[in-house]
């Protein structure tokens, strides 16, 4: 079993919808949940990071981790046509140190105009 | 330059060969990390650096795969005896000293290695 899974999509949606995009792990250890962004032929960037349950915001996106569920989601808002990338849920057992991070396998989504 | 800068950015090699990819890792970020990516999957994690030292190599999956940092900034990942299976794209990543409030890896764009 791997420690993170995510759905790997496709997803495809039309513009101005609210996504939810997901991943549930299995070690507890984990402290800190970050959310990355991949377009083709790029390496990732860092979209949201979090290190408490409940809910964080940053414009049209927000992230919701649930520690006790071992489940985090991120939502867009009015979805735009360039959100369409892969977006990578990541964590991390520390967030005071570096520490090595575990992606999940990504989930592709498309964005219509 | 202000990011994360690899190279090559492409890589053809042949079966057995012995292949360097290089990293240089934002100025000043004393952790970096080494990522395997294969088409479709998330980045799988190889190695990662705090200084001139491997602080966890696990992800390493065999003896052919060695990575160096001797001066604590510039990092080549080595892969010995090349194999088809080898083929994927080899993000590095480096993020700031410990302590500084959060983990965020900056990523660069990714060496695209073919193993023919």
């Known amino acids: 079993q791997k420690e993170v899974e995510q759905d790997p999509g496709p997803l495809s949606v039309p513009e101005g919808a609210i996504v939810s995009l997901n991943c549930t792990y299995s070690n507890s250890a984990f402290q800190y949940f970050m959310w990355y962004r991949q377009y083709s032929r790029k390496g990732p960037e860092l979209l949201m990071y979090?290190?408490?349950?409940g809910n964080k915001e940053d414009g049209r996106f927000t992230a919701q981790v649930d520690k006790s569920s071992k489940y985090i989601s991120l939502f867009i808002r009015d979805s735009q046509p360039s959100d369409s990338a892969t977006y990578l849920c990541a964590m991390t057992v520390r967030y005071s140190s570096a520490s090595k991070i575990i992606f999940g396998s990504g989930t592709r989504l498309s964005i219509r105009p | 330059g202000a990011g994360v800068s690899q190279t090559p950015s492409n890589k053809v090699t042949e079966k057995g060969k012995y292949v360097e990819l290089r990293c240089d890792p934002i100025?000043?970020?004393?952790?970096l990390y080494w990522y395997r990516q294969s088409l479709g999957q998330g980045p799988e994690f190889l190695i990662y650096f705090q200084g001139t030292g491997a602080a966890d190599d696990s992800g390493l999956p065999n003896d052919r795969f060695f990575a160096v940092r001797p001066e604590g900034s510039v990092s080549t990942l080595k892969i010995q005896r090349t194999e088809r299976g080898d083929s994927a794209v080899y993000l590095c990543?480096?993020?700031?000293?410990?302590?500084?409030?959060?983990?965020?890896?900056?990523f660069g764009q990714g060496t695209r290695l073919t193993v023919v």
């Open positions: 100025s000043g970020h004393t952790a």
């Open positions: 990543a480096s993020s700031p000293s410990p302590g500084q409030g959060n983990t965020e890896a900056f």
């Open positions: 979090t290190y408490s349950s």
